[in-house]
Structures are given as structure tokens and as C-alpha cells.
């Protein structure tokens, strides 16, 4: 049984159960904090990280500038009580839900989780979140806490290995045209079984299925906001044709493009 990670809703448990000593400590130090305690100001200038909480509903009940300026929002009382149907497009939204709901069924964090948004000029920005489940008092879950972090501004902290940055910096400019994934392991200057498993463990999936989300998240993009025939957006992406177009998308999307188009 995997170990689990424990969080209260104050922010005051441990991830791994300390001695009793300390453990008594710390608590008598969180107990005695005013709600409006110093975390909230650290979480508030922590560099290039967006922070949440939700509680059983799924509705936002803490976040830290970072998040709340990315969604839009003046404030932090503006996000309150709001939730990610409300913030994000519906596929966007769909994804995050059903993260937040196994976490919170399981009770076990999902870590590194690859999420793609799309800047102003067309390009994917690469977010990797981290999802932990909250525990009450009692030890039942009582919400999911989350970090998300990009790609682009940490890629030290992200990237294990130097390498891999050279061939995901191509990627992210070259998703639209025909890559194999020889190529990719070519700039990164590694053999292609090596390549694969370095990749695999920084990203949690392989460069081929990393491209294809890519290329997956760009034609949602590029049905929101135009009129383009769904056969064009396929080949304009770097998908053979429309067919293996259609089939990608419903293996990553759960429905056809053309479903999608209309609003799923």
C-alpha cells in the first residue's frame, strides 16, 4: 500500500510522521498561529509557483497570487467558492476534475502531472502540477492542494537531466511538423533507448505520446478560435490525416473532434 501524504487542513501535519516529540511540537507551534499567518505571505512570493486548495466540492477555498492572477482575478476572495468549470475551458476543466477526484478518493498524490496551455503566439507552455490529498482532523480527506509550476521558467528544477531541455525546446518549436522521436534523442545527444527512458522519467510518458498531446491541445485551441474545416487544423498539426487526426483525439479527449467542436 503506497505511503500516503498527509496534509490538515491548516497545513500543520507532516508529509512523514515525525517523533512524538517533535511531532507534539509543531502542532503546539500551528495550533497557536492566527489564521492570517506568515504562510500565507510566503506562499504569496514564492517565484513562478501558482498554489490551490480545494474542499470536497471542488471549489477554490485558498490560493496563492500566483494562481489567482493566472486565472484572471483581482484578488484572492474573488477566486472563493468558484471552481475549475468556471475558470477554464471545459476540456481544461474535465482533466483537472478527474486528477482532483482520484486524489481524493485514493487519498495518494499524483505527482508531476504534464498540463499544456497555449501562449498568446501559438506556443505550448508545459505546466507540470502536483496534486496532494488534505486531511481532516479526523484522517478523512477533506479537499486536494496543488502546486503548478512551468516548464519554461524552471526548467533546472523540472528537467533532470540537461540534455532532455535541447530536444523539449525543439519540440515546443516544431511540434506542427513531422518529428520522429530518432530526431529528438539526436539533439539531445543520446542513444534512443537512453533518450526514451531519460524522458519517461522526467515527464512521466514517452516523447511520442508527448507530442501527439501537444498536437491534441493546439487543434482544441485552433477549433475554440476559428472556423478552420477539422480535415486542415489536422494537417496543419502533423497529423497524417483526418482519420489518425480523429483517433488520437478521442483516445486523449474521450470524444471526436467534430463532437468537440460543438461543444462535446
Known sequence: MPERDYFYHELASPVKALPDSDSTLK???????????????????????????????????????????????????????????????PHL???????????????????????????????????????????????????????VQSYERSRAAMTPHVQLDRAVAWLRDHFREPIAVTELARIAGMSLR???????????????????????????EAMRNTESPIAEIAVDLGFYDQSSFTQHFRRHMGMTPLQYRKGG
Open 27 to 89: 502542532a503546539a507551534f500551528f495550533d497557536a498561529m492566527s489564521p492570517a499567518s506568515q504562510i500565507s505571505v510566503v506562499l504569496d512570493h514564492l517565484p513562478d509557483v501558482a498554489f490551490f486548495v480545494k474542499d470536497r466540492e471542488f471549489r477554490l477555498v485558498a490560493a496563492n497570487r500566483n494562481f489567482w492572477e493566472r486565472v484572471g482575478c483581482h484578488s484572492e476572495s474573488d477566486l472563493m467558492g468558484r471552481n475549475d468549470f468556471d475558470l477554464f475551458p
Open 93 to 147: 476543466a474535465e482533466n483537472f476534475r478527474r486528477d482532483d477526484e482520484e486524489v481524493m478518493a485514493t487519498g495518494v498524490a499524483k505527482l508531476k502531472i504534464i498540463e499544456l496551455f497555449f501562449n498568446r503566439q501559438g506556443l505550448p507552455d508545459w505546466y507540470f502540477t502536483n496534486k496532494f490529498p488534505v486531511f481532516g482532523k479526523g484522517g478523512e480527506v477533506i479537499g486536494v492542494l496543488g502546486t
Open 194 to 220: 537512453q533518450f526514451n527512458r531519460r524522458f519517461r522519467e522526467a515527464f512521466g510518458t514517452n516523447p511520442r505520446d508527448f507530442l501527439i498531446k501537444t498536437r491534441v491541445q493546439a487543434a482544441c
